[in-house]
């Protein structure tokens, strides 16, 4: 409809232009024109074509506009607007000035089309400058806008609530983590683990009583660190009897990430699609991969099983064998990596001292 609107708008303009044309031709070129009306006919219908002509170029630009405007993302639209109002509102403000000049009659034309160039230049300026700045734009007018948007659209998410396990607590990455700032969004503690931390720390082994201990310590000091971020909820359900089954009904409940490295809690919960972040699986994952060629600097810490073998450890606890590396019991040297080998109970590294290398 709009479409047809446009193309008509353009034909009846063309039409009345063309048809009224002859009226503006000097008296003596009417004199000489037999017709006057058959002129008017055919100017009006020349007119028609060109308004057919120019209406269709029209209508083809502003659907063209059209889609480029709703390709745009929202914040580039919303900064050009603000480019574009800015540019104008600076260009007004330079060229009142201009319109208190006294100026002769016969240059009067030269006010208004500088106002319309001058205009049209703040203008282009305004939304040049927003297209490339145009986030900082929008975060000096509304410091939260830009955020609140791609939330609303979608292109950003907020971070998801972290449910921490008791076995995560006590075993203290967590707040390694958190420093480093890996772990965002909030971290949510239940009151039925605190429960089951405290019954730890309190048994009579003192293996349990010291983990227990330390959990809450550890607890403690992210509290302390991060008071906004660390929170103790009152849930709980009476009618579920195990810990574990109580945090993935929380988790189901809050639409949260359980945060855990218990494995046999992990494979529970994404049974049931529960989102699970299991330390464990982070650790592996950063482990440095060394390939045969690489230098590692080791201590030598015990012997290996074969003769000549000498054994030590990466930061990670994975076990570098190294050939002839008994004379080196004790000592920190180089040894360059000759294979490695993944067995059932973790991954295991062959290498040779660095000197042996170079010298064979």
């Not at 120019?54 to 083809?60: R, S, Y």
């Amino acid at each position: 409809m709009l479409d047809a609107l446009i193309v008509f708008s353009f034909i009846l303009a063309g039409t009345g232009i063309g048809f009224y044309a002859p009226d503006l031709l000097p008296a003596d070129t009417l004199r000489q024109v037999s017709s006057l009306e058959g002129l008017s006919s055919v100017t009006g219908g020349f007119g028609a074509l060109i308004g057919t002509a120019l209406g269709l170029v029209v209508q083809t630009s502003y659907r063209r506009l059209e889609k480029q405007i709703r390709e745009l993302p929202p914040d580039r639209l919303l900064s050009r607007a603000a480019g574009l109002v800015l540019g104008l509102l600076i260009a007004n403000l330079m060229l009142a000035p201009l319109f208190l000049l006294p100026i002769p009659a016969e240059f009067g034309f030269i006010k208004p089309l500088t106002a319309v160039m001058g205009s049209v230049l703040f203008a282009v300026s305004g939304m040049n400058l927003a297209d490339t700045h145009g986030r900082s734009l929008l975060r000096l007018i509304s410091p939260n806008s830009m955020e609140s948007m791609l939330l609303a659209e979608g292109t950003l998410k907020p971070s998801k609530t972290k449910v921490v396990d008791t076995s995560c607590i006590i075993d203290g990455r967590i707040q390694g983590l958190m420093e480093t700032g890996f772990l965002e969004g909030q971290v949510l503690v239940p009151q039925f683990v605190l429960q089951e931390l405290q019954q730890v720390a309190d048994a009579s082994n003192d293996q349990k009583r010291t983990r227990g201990r330390r959990g809450l310590d550890v607890l403690n000091r992210i509290r302390e660190s991060y008071p906004n971020r660390v929170v103790i909820s009152a849930a709980d359900y009476e009618d579920i009897p195990t810990v574990d089954a109580k945090l993935v009904k929380l988790a189901q409940e809050l639409n949260a990430m359980l945060l855990t490295n218990d494995y046999n809690l992990n494979k529970v919960a994404s049974f049931q699609e529960v989102e699970v972040l299991n330390i464990n699986d982070l650790s592996q994952a950063i482990r440095p991969s060394y390939l045969p060629g690489d230098d590692i600097e080791l201590k030598i810490l015990k012997e290996g099983k074969e003769p000549q073998q000498g054994v030590g450890y990466l930061n990670d606890g994975t076990m570098v064998v190294v050939e002839e590396g008994r004379d080196y019991i004790g000592d920190e040297i180089d040894v360059v990596v000759t294979g490695s080998l993944q067995t059932s109970a973790g991954r295991m590294i062959f290498a040779r001292p660095k000197e042996s290398v170079m010298t064979s």
